[in-house]
């Protein structure tokens, strides 16, 4: 643990670097919304049937569920850095090769591909983040990540919109291939970003640690503060397997089913919004349908923003359990009331939308604070891939439960599933706020472990390179 990285100045390297974790963020919520706008002319165009539009929908995150596992645990293994690039190159090879596609599976492949490439970058842009920021900051920023994915989505939006104006249905293929420029935009952005201080520390490079830190934060750092416990680091080199051990095994499943509730009617909403506002009446057209659903997207980015507040000033277990408990009653009022006006419909929803910004913004937030340096990005990682096993099969099943149940009951299974979370969070969740990273208080507790305030020891201009 280092206190002096905790006790840091804020300064525009971490608004820097901040900026350059949000690339995946921002490409996730724009890769998976923009395929909701690519599907109103891509499903005549291509003759697809309810099942394949599942498929697409649902292939991405597949993709995450495969590769927030498996890239978490290489993160923690070969370094944040290395990899900090190379998902990016992948989501623009994959982009562009969208727009030739030409048959459901080849959809299906690339979208699945994307979606691991996304998932890599969680553990890979927020552990190092987290390894970087002031305590004081982290819940903040932290929890900005979440902004970007929203703003992404709403931005995926609003491109597909232009599109359909301008060049009609028929453009669907330029854009999937849209988020080749976003991607670009954050691999010139994330250029000479450094390696995790912590990460290298805990890897044994002690010096380069020192050395990283003098020259990022402008402050002198002692080697033997950035060392972790050598018994504490053998008994962290299990990896994976030391996730669903004590104390971490309740903090695994509180970390990856709190998320796994929160983004199962929330993708399926977001993929989906056309067709879900269509069954309570909303007028159709492309046009409404695009509007209508960028709508509920843009209150999902506003309400990240209170959320973002209250986070650090009231807590993070008090925002997350009244966040799921006000989130099951817009969706439970629908599920009662399928009939309801498409105005009261979009209502619920926008509140529904709102309401989650209190699990949006600690959807990394928790899994960074509650694991320690070695196994933080194989906590991302895994949290990410549960995650996703409900969103994949949200959005796969979405579609079919509409057709098959109707609304009414497809709203009350959405409304259980935010339930289910909300007991969990009441069970498990744990307060974080102000703590060290990687000094969480022990499972079970709601107490914090504060950081001292130990003044950094400014380095001289001459000494920062």
């Known amino acids: 643990m280092s206190q002096t990285i905790d006790n840091a100045p804020y300064t525009a390297f971490h608004r820097r670097l901040a900026l350059a974790c949000s690339g995946g963020p921002l490409l996730d919520g724009y890769i998976l919304s923009i395929v909701g706008v690519a ?7 291509l003759g697809l049937s309810t ?29 944040r850095e290395v990899m900090y690039t190379a998902d990016l190159l992948v989501m623009v090879a994959c982009s562009v090769l969208s727009f030739w596609v030409d048959s459901v599976w080849a959809i299906a492949v690339l979208r699945f ?25 982290r819940g ?69 640690a020192v050395r990283v830190v003098e020259k990022h934060l402008g402050v002198r750092v002692d080697g033997r503060e950035l060392m972790p416990d050598p018994a504490e680091r053998a008994r962290r080199s299990s990896g994976l397997r030391l996730l669903m051990t004590p104390p971490y095994r309740r903090r695994t499943l509180f970390c990856g089913l709190f998320f796994l509730c929160q983004v199962g009617p929330l993708f399926a909403m977001l993929t989906f919004g056309p067709q ?16 209508g659903t960028g709508l509920i997207s843009l209150v999902f980015l506003l309400g990240c923003y209170p959320a973002l507040r209250l986070v650090d000033t009231k807590g993070r277990r008090p925002v997350i359990v009244w966040s799921f408990a006000l989130m099951t009653v817009p969706l439970a009022l629908l599920g009662v009331w399928p009939t309801a006006p498409a105005a009261v419909a979009l209502t619920a929803l926008c509140a529904y939308a709102f309401l989650c910004g209190g699990p949006n913004v600690l ?30 099969v949200g959005t796969y099943l979405l579609p079919l439960s509409l057709t098959g149940l109707g609304t009414g009951p497809t709203m009350l299974i959405a409304a259980g599933t935010t339930a289910l979370g909300l ?38 201009q001459t000494a920062r390179g």
């Open 363 to 392: 959807d990394w937030t928790y899994p960074n604070e509650l694991f320690p340096t070695e196994i933080r990005a194989t906590a991302v990682g895994v949290a990410t891939s549960v995650s996703r096993i409900g969103a994949a």
């Open 276 to 291: 879900i506002l269509s069954s309570f009446g909303m007028p159709g057209g492309t046009v409404m349908e695009t509007l």
């Open 113 to 137: 591909v994307l979606g691991m490439a996304v998932a890599a970058d969680y553990p890979i842009a927020t552990s190092l983040l987290a390894e970087w920021l002031p305590a004081k900051h």
């Open 51 to 79: 099942a394949q539009v599942s498929l697409i929908g649902a292939a991405a995150l597949v993709g995450m569920f495969v590769g927030g596992a498996l890239f978490g645990v290489l993160t923690d293994k070969i370094g």
């Open 423 to 460: 007991l969990v969070c009441v069970l498990w969740a744990e307060e974080t706020r102000g703590t060290a990273l990687g000094a969480a208080p022990a499972a079970g507790r709601t107490g914090t472990a504060k950081t001292s305030a130990v003044p950094a020891q400014r380095v001289p």
């Open 39 to 45: 599907l109103i002319g891509m499903r005549p165009d």
């Open 140 to 208: 903040r920023l932290l929890g900005q990540q979440i902004v970007a994915w929203y703003a992404g989505s709403v931005l995926a939006y609003v491109v597909g919109y232009l599109f359909l104006e301008l060049a009609g249905p028929g453009s669907w293929r330029w854009m999937l291939a849209s988020s080749t420029v976003l991607c670009v935009v954050f691999l010139v952005i994330r250029r000479g970003s450094p390696e995790s201080p912590r990460w290298l520390a805990a890897n044994g490079r002690v010096g380069d």
